[in-house]
């Protein structure tokens, strides 16, 4: 059984670093693609990132574009989000979620997605 255990959210000052985990079992990532998405209070849920583990082919959302990053290395069976100048608009519930994958498919729409984590909340003050 998949399961996506999430960590590493919390409270922090515009312009502070984050990073996000991802602690995925019962599947491997070659073959998969893995997703982050957030969604604040009254929006719906939004692409953050995605990372092809085939290819390890990299898509980011033009909001979090050169602040946020996937690494491609995948040790531990862990997904991380590294967030760098953190900024309030980034405040949300984050999500990881993974799927199935060809061997470059980039995906951003949340639907796309058959596993979730159950978010964590991040938290950015000004």
């Known amino acids: 059984q998949v399961q996506l255990v999430q960590s590493g959210g919390g409270l922090v000052q515009a312009g502070d670093s984050l990073t996000l985990s991802c602690a995925v079992s019962?599947?491997?990532?070659?073959?998969?693609?893995t997703g982050w998405f957030r969604q604040a209070p009254g929006k719906e849920r939004e692409f953050v990132a995605t990372?092809?583990?085939?290819?390890?082919?990299?898509l980011y959302a033009d909001s979090v574009k050169g602040r946020f990053t996937i690494p491609g290395d995948n040790a531990a069976s862990t997904v991380y989000l590294h967030m760098n100048n953190l900024k309030p608009e980034d405040t949300a519930v984050y999500y990881c979620?993974?799927?199935?994958?060809?061997?470059?498919?980039?995906?951003?729409?949340?639907?796309?997605?058959?596993?979730w984590g159950q978010g964590t909340q991040v938290t950015v003050s000004s």
């Open positions: 019962g599947r491997t990532f070659t073959g998969y693609a």
């Open positions: 979620a993974t799927r199935l994958a060809t061997a470059t498919g980039l995906f951003q729409l949340p639907t796309s997605y058959d596993k």
């Open positions: 990372i092809n583990w085939n290819s390890r082919g990299t």
